[in-house]
């Protein structure tokens, strides 16, 4: 199984990239969110993976971060919702808009996505909302690391097999509402209230840092009346 890429991208496709690890090319599937973040042709790029194996086809799909990868493994647990499907999603909202929509039980924002119905939005909401905390907590961009060095070319045949070594990250994303979360997690609420909390704040105002997150997401967990 490949977890993660890291090479020089050779091109970019509409729907997916070839990325050069040591002389071997890979073919990756990404959001079109994701594609638009990338570095231009000829610039050393890393992606996490998740690959597809059936009978009759292998696909590796990548993401700029662990959150993205979850979202996409777990939405592809939902009956009714392929690979296709779940790139959608990512690519009408990316991974924190998909996190708050679930969170938030906005079926109608899932349903923005090309090709997923208003049943399907809906059953993707109601699986997946007890699990979307654990994912908007997370804020794992892949680590910084120095460049590759130069060395001798590897034997064809150990290519692939050949440990990658880590290159340049791609930019990693604001990790103010997991902060968020953690906080309130640490005042004492479960991390559902939390993850709902923080979620609502962040839709309520988009770019707000952590500070923000943490004193709306405490007003709406105060008791009313």
């Not at 194996?53 to 939405?75: C, I, M, N, S």
């Amino acid at each position: 199984m490949i977890g993660r890429l890291s090479g020089q991208l050779v091109y970019r496709a509409s729907d997916h990239v070839m990325i050069d690890v040591r002389g071997v090319g890979y073919l990756v599937y990404c959001a079109e969110r994701t594609l638009a973040g990338l570095p231009a042709p000829g610039e050393m790029v890393s992606l996490y993976t998740d690959m597809l194996v059936r009978e009759d086809l292998l696909q590796l799909f990548g993401f700029r971060t662990l959150a993205e990868k979850e979202w996409y493994r777990l939405l592809c647990t939902v009956q009714g919702v392929g690979a296709k499907a779940a790139l959608a999603i990512l690519s009408s909202l990316g991974p924190e808009g998909a996190g708050r929509a679930i969170t938030l039980g906005d079926a109608n924002a899932i349903r923005q996505a090309q090709g997923v119905g208003p049943k399907l939005a809906q059953r993707i909401v109601m699986e997946l909302k007890d699990k979307a905390a654990m994912v908007l907590a997370m804020a794992t961009p892949i680590a910084a690391a120095p460049a590759m060095e130069p060395g001798p070319a590897p034997r064809p045949q150990a290519a692939a097999a050949e440990v990658i070594e880590p290159l340049p990250p791609v930019a990693a994303p604001d990790n103010s509402q997991s902060d968020a979360i953690s906080a309130l997690v640490n005042l004492g609420y479960s991390m559902t209230e939390a993850a709902t909390a923080v979620a609502g704040a962040a839709q309520d105002t988009p770019g707000a840092d952590t500070a923000h997150l943490i004193r709306a997401g405490l007003k709406s967990l105060m008791p009313k009346g």
